[in-house]
């Protein structure tokens, strides 16, 4: 019904940035929560971002306020996450999630 696909991950060394993407097929967006999730092998995944399509609130895991933004694109298939003054521990697996659809991810990781 829906399919998902994150993209924009990549290597980048602490203190740059990164812009991540998450396109969604099948189905636009509409009137929903969109989230960002990151794993780690070996780690459970984490909840990092949300935000609420209708009204555009949006809501962060503390390790992150201030240094990422999500946001929706023009097209209502789109939703990104800009992350800037990256820190090795962001590095990660980054998942893309609406309703019951996952993304298969897109790695980001960050060197010192």
């Known amino acids: 019904q829906v399919q998902l696909v994150e993209s924009g991950g990549g290597l980048v060394q602490a203190g740059g940035s990164l812009r991540l993407s998450c396109t969604a097929s099948g189905r636009t967006f509409s009137s929903a929560v969109v989230n960002w999730f990151r794993q780690t092998p070996g780690k459970e995944r984490e909840w990092v971002a949300r935000?609420?399509?209708?009204?555009?609130?949006?809501t962060y895991t503390d390790s992150v306020k201030g240094r990422f933004t999500i946001s929706r694109g023009n097209a209502k298939n789109t939703v990104y996450l800009q992350m800037n003054s990256l820190k090795p521990e962001d590095t990660a697996v980054y998942y893309c999630?609406?309703?019951?659809?996952w993304g298969q991810g897109t790695q980001v990781t960050v060197s010192s």
């Open positions: 999630n609406y309703e019951w659809y």
């Open positions: 935000i609420n399509w209708s009204g555009g609130v949006t």
